[in-house]
């Protein structure tokens, strides 16, 4: 695992010691939506010797750090430079020296450490988050654990997945202080800044 400055490791404290994404058993399909350098995926694909990791991440400055930390797993993760959202096509994307709290400029501004940092303005391509999970459907059968970390359109992007594919979905975890949202035919359980919901009739099956 490779740190570039001091706000990752903010994110390994969130993910390996306080456990943001941890599930009762290890997911072995995971689409990750805001993949940053790799550190969630580190932690997925150590976790699982046949997990497989979808993952989707916009600013190019965080791709080649994503693909170091991630260099001994080749073979066990696509990258998909793009960011999902709510709605496609081109957007603009806010991003700081950090790689951290980059976000799409059209949805609001949130409290971050990145505040009073000067941030920049690139255009991304954006993908509609029906179209990533369709996507994985097709491609491995079913989504074990969907993340969504991507700076202020988790809970808008969450509210678009259609119910069909959602169905389709084990886990859910976004990054999101609102305890009290709800999502049909699934459990929520809150955790530090994140809620995972479990779909309730796959945990049956």
Known sequence: MTL???????????IFCRGDYRCSSPPQVIVDLGSNIGLSALFFLTNSP??????YEPD??????LLRNLAEFDGRFTLHETAVADR???CSFRREPYGRYGRLEAFP??????EAIKKDRIEVRVEHVNTVI????????????LK???EGCELATLQAIDPGL???IRHIVIEWADRHVKLDGFTAAPCCNTIMFSNEALLKS
């Open 60 to 65: 190019p400055r965080n791709l080649s750090k």
């Open 134 to 145: 369709d996507r994985a459907l097709s491609d491995h059968g079913g989504v074990d654990l």
């Open 109 to 114: 501004e949130i409290l971050t450490p990145s």
């Open 4 to 14: 570039f400055n001091s706000h990752d490791a903010i994110t390994v404290h969130e």
């Open 88 to 90: 496609e096509g081109i």
């Open 148 to 150: 969504i970390d991507t």
């Open 50 to 55: 046949t997990a497989y990791c979808e993952l």
């Open 166 to 168: 959602r169905a389709h």
